[in-house]
């Protein structure tokens, strides 16, 4: 038999407050922290953190953990956003500079973007994740998907190579 004390609910504390409020416990060391004092990651903030290789598994992180191991990680995938503003796409293959540019990578994929922008600004996140600061024969191609005529949209899907616009093939 168990007395009435030894089947309650193992009560979590915070960590850092010492508050027993609430019942959250970090995703990465197990630790309780209360609603006030842990950390999340609020994923509409990071619009492309899907394609990013160093994605934290979790949601939910105390004080301790966040700062030693989400901070810098959320602090790189931010550098990347910054440069894949900043990548050079060639779209198509008409340009001459472009065209003469040795193709060394596997294409990047991206798929159900919303629209022409977003697909290219997603291409140009694997780019800069890649290391590179260009990409070329850069084809974004739209679809309509949904089901009937009137609630049908479009989506779309784009490719890129990234290259080092230094390393030309003549
Ligand atoms: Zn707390
Ligand atoms: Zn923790």
Request: proline residues 4%.
């Given at each position: 038999?168990f007395?009435?004390?030894e089947v ?163």
């Amino acid at each position: 038999m168990f007395s009435e004390s030894e089947v309650e609910m193992e009560i979590v504390e915070c960590s850092v407050c010492c508050s027993t409020k609430t019942a959250l416990t970090c995703n990465t060391c197990n630790m309780g922290s209360c609603k006030k004092c842990a950390y999340f990651i609020d994923e509409s903030e990071y619009e492309f953190l899907a394609l990013f290789n160093e994605k934290p598994d979790g949601e939910i992180y105390c004080p301790n953990c966040y700062n030693d191991n989400i901070e810098p990680v959320l602090d790189k995938y931010n550098e990347i956003l910054d440069l894949a503003k900043d990548v050079n796409a060639y779209v198509g293959n008409s340009d001459l500079r472009a065209r003469a540019i040795r193709r060394i990578e596997k294409p990047v994929k991206i798929e159900d973007c919303l629209s022409r922008e977003d697909a290219l600004m997603r291409l140009g996140f694997l780019v800069a994740q890649k290391g590179f600061d260009t990409m070329v024969d850069v084809s974004i191609v739209s679809k309509k998907v949904g089901g009937a005529k009137r609630y049908k949209k479009l989506v779309w899907s784009g490719t890129a190579v990234p290259v080092d616009p230094k390393i030309r093939k003549y």
